[in-house]
């Protein structure tokens, strides 16, 4: 669902952030080499939370936001976060279930997605 009434600009640069997603979701497929351990979620939970939470910091910081804005902030944030790391930690499954190309596709897949949340909320603000 692409936003209505966009400039060239704020059109090209969706395009950007989505191509850069891409690439940086193709890179790690391509170059995905199993480490022999099993994926831990636990950690990948732990990290996206404290992420979060010094990302909303930092940025909230000098500003004295409502508690809502700063807890939709939160959660934003860390959804984004879980998303790339346990998209990081389900590759070893992905690999296991569909071969080194379909892992490819799928971290492709996924930052397109991200890409294109990050510029829509870029071009949102």
């Known amino acids: 669902m692409l936003p209505t009434n966009l400039s060239p600009r ?6 950007r952030y989505v191509l850069i ?6 890179y790690y497929g391509i170059f995905y080499t199993p480490s022999g351990t099993d994926p831990d979620y ?7 939370l404290l992420a979060a939470l010094i990302t909303v910091a930092i940025r909230f910081r000098k ?5 809502s804005g700063m807890l939709r902030a939160f959660g934003e944030t860390l959804l984004f976060f879980l998303v790339f790391l346990l998209t990081l930690a389900a590759r070893t499954y992905i690999v296991q ?6 892992l490819a596709v799928f971290t492709t897949v996924v930052g397109c997605g991200m890409g294109y949340v990050l ?3 870029k071009v949102s603000a």
């Not at 500003?63 to 508690?67: A, E, H, T, Y």
């Open 119 to 121: 510029a829509i909320r």
């Open 63 to 67: 500003k004295r936001p409502s508690f």
């Open 10 to 15: 704020e059109l090209g640069m969706i395009q």
């Open 97 to 102: 279930l569909g071969g080194q190309i379909a």
């Open 42 to 48: 636990g950690i990948a939970i732990v990290l996206s």
């Open 21 to 26: 997603g891409a690439a940086l979701g193709l």
